[in-house]
């Protein structure tokens, strides 16, 4: 495809993929964006709370990010001058009905139910961790794994422990990608371990530095939106998007408008609902094969949710306990260590799991869809180019969104950036470098983190 000039294009979704590809396209083009709700961010979601006299910005949606793993993002901080701030990523598992807890964080804190240390079963998990982290890393290197396999193919096959399964190694990704336990199993098993070894999850010491934005999440949208802040379009869901050989006509409440390319920074299922008879086969298959889960997330102050030692809080746990059929995933942040919230109430957000919090404690609920990964999905993913700027659609149709990838924040940025170098934008030249961190010593509030014993 050749590189156009100056062009007038939708961006329809103004999550960070929508807002990321506006930024870069607006270098040379003129772009309208259009969000369906009342304001920017997708799931960057911050909300401000009012409590006992404080004010707090919590982030209830997208929260953390690191200096390995998201090298545009952190360019795109730095570009815009947006400070960020150090993080812990502390991991801890609880089960009520048995009192078994740990959290992962340092020895003292694995053990903080004294009674595991005289647990053969929990040593048996500790082995199994060294084991799985040493053989998945070499298999993956030696490109032993193969590529139709699920992580629970090869986590039965290799013969690991009931308890390393579904207390350490399931609940940790069912966390990360918000899954349940059982679509965990169903994850295809090289993109499962090439994550974890790429964030450092599968040794013990050498591990990212984990950040959060300071002042909440939302304080990048601002400046991200700055150059095209005059032709954002709030509460403007968009009901369709046609093609022909001369354009693209985009459909609201308000009626039609004509531009030259549209960029879908939607989720997949949107996209296609949106195209909807218009789609081509290729749109349809593609799209098709991205499945999405609900998530409930609820923020409140219940800390019942949280382990029942309080040196076992970590930034994220995760409560086994199971409730019925659902296999879904309960976990908790615990917003105070991963913000470094000055705050003398706890505020925890947790997914999935609202019928266990104390109603009286509830601030807010939201519901966040998030894609679920599959060996089907997986092979959709590597088909972007049949679809992205494809003569079927006039070559007037893009794609971009975190589903691309990862379903993460630097997969939103990477995937709009993928699209705006086609045409013909890049991102600006600054050089990666850590993101503008305030010292950790310095925002760590008395009793933090490392301090909770
Ligand atoms: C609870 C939770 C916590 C998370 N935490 C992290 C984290 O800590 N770190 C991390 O990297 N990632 C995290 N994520 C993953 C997060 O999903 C991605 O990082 C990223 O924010 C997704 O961005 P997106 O732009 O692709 O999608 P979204 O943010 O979902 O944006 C899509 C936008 O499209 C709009 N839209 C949909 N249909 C239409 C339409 N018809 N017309 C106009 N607009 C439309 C929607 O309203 C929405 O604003 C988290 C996700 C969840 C759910």
New binding site residues.
């Given amino acids: 495809m050749s590189v156009p000039g100056s062009q007038r294009i939708a961006v329809?979704?103004?999550?960070?993929?929508?807002?990321?590809e506006a930024f870069y396209l607006s270098a040379r083009h003129e772009v309208t964006l259009?969000?369906?709700?009342p304001r920017?961010?997708?799931?960057?979601a911050t909300v401000d709370v009012a409590l006992n006299g404080e004010r707090h910005a919590v982030?209830?949606?997208?929260?953390?990010?690191n200096d390995w793993t998201?090298p545009h993002?952190i360019r795109l901080l730095n570009t815009l001058g947006v400070a960020a701030q150090p993080t812990e990523m502390s991991f801890s598992v609880h089960e009520t009905e048995r009192d078994f807890e740990y959290n992962g964080h340092t020895l003292g804190s694995l053990f903080a139910q004294r009674s595991n240390l005289a647990s053969p079963g929990f040593y048996r998990l500790l082995g199994d961790i060294v084991r799985f982290n040493r053989r998945a890393t070499r298999d993956l290197e030696a490109g032993r794994l193969p590529d139709g396999m699920t992580l629970g193919d090869y986590l039965d096959q290799q013969g690991y422990g009931e308890a390393f399964q579904r207390r350490y190694l399931l609940p940790m990704g069912a966390a990360i990608w918000?899954a349940s336990l059982d679509d965990l199993r169903g994850f295809p098993l090289a993109f499962f371990v090439r994550f974890f070894r790429n964030h450092g999850l599968l040794n013990i010491a050498n591990r990212p530095q984990w950040y959060t934005v300071k002042g909440g999440?939302r304080a990048y949208i601002p400046a991200l939106t700055a150059p095209y802040a005059e032709r954002i379009r709030l509460n403007?869901?968009?009901?369709a998007v046609t093609r022909d050989a001369t354009g693209v006509t985009v459909t609201?409440a308000a009626g039609s408008e004509r531009f030259d390319r549209v960029v879908l920074?939607?989720?997949a299922d949107?996209?296609l609902?949106?195209l909807g008879s218009d789609a081509t086969p290729a749109e349809r298959e593609v799209l098709g094969a991205m499945p999405y889960q609900d998530?409930e997330?609820v923020l409140h102050t219940d800390t019942a949710l949280l382990p029942r030692r309080r040196r076992a809080w970590a930034s994220w746990n995760y409560r086994l306990d199971r409730r019925g059929a659902s296999d879904a995933v309960s976990v908790t942040?615990n917003m105070n260590i991963l913000q470094r919230l000055d705050a003398d109430t706890t505020f925890c957000?947790t997914?999935n799991d609202s019928q266990s919090i104390d109603p009286s404690r509830i601030l807010r609920r939201?519901t966040?869809?998030?894609?679920r990964f599959t060996l089907e999905g997986q092979a959709a993913q590597a088909r972007h180019g049949d679809i992205c700027g494809a003569p079927q659609s006039h070559g007037r149709t893009h794609f971009?969104?975190?589903?691309w990838r990862n379903?993460?924040?630097?997969?939103?940025v990477w995937?709009a950036l993928r699209v705006a170098q086609k045409l013909g934008c890049d991102e600006p030249a600054a050089p990666f470098e850590p993101p503008t961190a305030i010292p950790a010593h310095q925002l760590l509030p008395d009793g933090g983190p490392g301090d909770m014993g």
């Fill in positions: 329809i979704g103004g999550g960070i993929s929508g807002m990321a259009f969000e369906a709700g920017l961010g997708g799931h960057t982030d209830t949606g997208f929260i953390v990010f998201y993002f918000s999440s403007a869901p968009v009901a609201t920074a939607c989720h949107q996209a609902k949106i998530n997330v942040y957000v997914l939201f966040y869809a998030h894609p971009c969104g975190a589903y379903g993460f924040h630097e997969d939103g995937s």
